[in-house]
Nanobody, 115 residues
Framework: QVQLVESGGGLVQAGGSLRLSCAASGNIGSMKVMGWYRQAPGKQRELVARVGNAGYTYYADSVKGRFTISRDNAKNMVYLQMNSLKPEDTGVYYC?????????WGQGTQVTVSS
């Protein structure tokens, strides 16, 4: 099973930026759609963005225009560039294989945005 390791989180002030990275232990070329999710304290995990192999992208309304998802199949990496961060973006961020769906979830990376 391919494992996913997230990194790049941290503490940032509102209005700042972070770039999250997701490193896969194997070939992500067969993973048709990859997603970034986040889970805030006391809330359910929610989808933030998705990226497909053929340029398809999807963004939740709450992050549209501020976040950019990308993937580099040659490096087996998925990225999430987060700009204009808000306190409500705080949470643990996870990358995930969405299509085909896989039940595996990594440890995530913590993002904390202070006001």
């Amino acid at each position: 099973q391919v494992q996913l390791v997230e990194s790049g989180g941290g503490l940032v002030q509102a209005g700042g930026s972070l770039r999250l990275s997701c490193a896969a232990s194997g070939n992500i070329g067969s993973m048709k759609v990859m997603g970034w999710y986040r889970q805030a304290p006391g809330k359910q995990r929610e989808l933030v963005a998705r990226v497909g192999n053929a340029g398809y992208t999807y963004y939740a309304d709450s992050v549209k225009g501020r976040f950019t998802i990308s993937r580099d199949n040659a490096k087996n990496m998925v990225y999430l560039q987060m700009n204009s961060l808000k306190p409500e973006d705080t949470g643990v961020y996870y990358c995930h294989q969405d299509v085909p769906w896989d039940g595996y979830w990594g440890q995530g990376t913590q993002v904390t945005v202070s006001s």
